[in-house]
């Protein structure tokens, strides 16, 4: 795996961690807890699109972090990201250019 492949699977729990939070169905808390306030569906859209900006600047934060790119916790280091395999997924800086292609702003 490479930082592509990291990020691009971030991406993916993002839209999934949405989908789910907005899934009428769903069993998640923040699903009972969107399904309580009985909003209308344009209020559910625009719910839908804050929550998915709060993920979008979460995970990218998140990801900068892990590169060395930005502060977690107060405290900038450089990480080196290591698959199950002993490989290198991302040495530093490798993620910061990819993630903006997937958490653009």
Known sequence: MNAHEFVSRWRKEKDNLLASFMEP????????RIRAMNLSEEQRERLGAVIDGVLVDTFYTLLLGLDG???????????????EDGEVISSCGDIEGVASEFFPA
């Open 69 to 83: 790119c930005a502060q977690i916790g107060g405290i900038q280091e450089t990480y080196e990201i290591r698959g």
């Open 25 to 32: 169905g769903s069993t998640l808390r923040v699903a009972d």
